[in-house]
């Protein structure tokens, strides 16, 4: 069926749906959603699926365990977003170099070295850009494990400047 065919059978109710969607649209334009975010919750490629963090700190996609391969700094990036739902802004990122050492530290069995500790703090340096490098090493293994539109929702993003998170509802980020 048609747009024509739908709108021929039940004009009224058609244009009152219509004109709901373009106050609603409106709404969330004023509340500083973009078309391109809109555009995203509207055509998903797939439903979104568990996102699962075994114990040794794999990171699998579903039941299937789909995994989503990272170099070990980059997932430490990773988890600490994961870790925190509210967001950060990458301003504030030298407030969280010592979670994220923790985190590295049990991503690499065999210790920090200089080199590592160095890297910890570059990436928490916000007058660098290893963090923006390690957000898009995420970006890349999330759209080539699932496509870009759907990979959406589980990489880390924001405003320039404002706030950085992962979108993903926690109920479905299982912690085994």
């Known amino acids: 069926m048609t747009n024509t065919d739908i709108n021929s059978e039940k004009p009224e109710l058609y244009n009152t749906l219509v004109e709901e969607v373009r106050e609603k649209v409106q709404k969330l ?10 555009a995203t919750l509207l055509h998903t490629e ?3 699926v568990k996102l699962i963090v075994s114990k040794n700190f794999r990171i699998y996609l579903s039941d299937e365990r789909k995994e989503i391969p990272m170099e070990p700094l980059v997932k430490a990036v990773y988890l600490l977003f ?40 570059d990436v928490t340096n916000p007058l ?44 479905l980020v299982i912690w085994e």
């Open 46 to 48: 797939q439903p979104l």
């Open 29 to 38: 334009k004023e509340l500083g959603m973009t078309e391109k975010e809109m």
């Open 128 to 171: 660098l850009n290893s963090i923006n490098e390690k957000c898009a090493r995420i970006r890349k293994a999330f759209v080539n494990a699932m496509g870009s539109k759907t990979a959406e929702t589980y990489i880390i993003k924001g405003m320039r400047g404002g706030i950085k998170k992962i979108a993903l509802p926690r109920d």
């Open 82 to 121: 994961l870790k925190h739902p509210e967001g950060i802004m990458f301003k504030c990122l030298p407030d969280y170099r010592k979670e994220l050492t923790h985190i590295y530290d049990k991503l690499r069995p065999w210790g920090l070295t200089d080199r590592a500790i160095q890297s910890i703090e």
